[in-house]
């Protein structure tokens, strides 16, 4: 059986990148790995979770919390570094 750790270095997605998509689909850490790591295998699905992750950017601008702003702003431009097909 795989662990959480497997799912995530088979797939490159950092345990910020997961836990930002789970707090935007409000889900458990363990599901939500498994779906991004599926999303991630295909341009669209990077393309779909670039835009999960832009929406979690947007939020924090609009709360206004600079801390959290800071943080989402740097998993994001992880994220697209890491995955360029979604730019």
């Known amino acids: 059986m795989l662990s959480l750790r497997d799912c995530l270095d ?3 997605l950092t345990d910020e ?4 998509f789970a707090q ?3 889900l458990p850490c363990e ?6 790591c599926g999303l991630v295998q295909t341009e669209d699905g990077v393309v779909q979770f670039d835009h999960c992750l832009a929406d979690m950017l947007e939020d924090a ?3 206004g919390e600079d801390a959290n702003t800071e943080h989402v702003f740097h998993v994001y431009a992880q ?3 890491a ?3 979604a730019h």
């Open 10 to 12: 088979y797939c490159d």
């Open 17 to 20: 990148e997961v836990e930002l």
């Open 24 to 26: 935007h689909e409000r």
């Open 31 to 36: 599901v939500a790995a498994t779906i991004a």
């Open 61 to 63: 601008l609009r709360v």
């Open 79 to 81: 994220f697209r570094a």
């Open 83 to 85: 995955h360029p097909l």
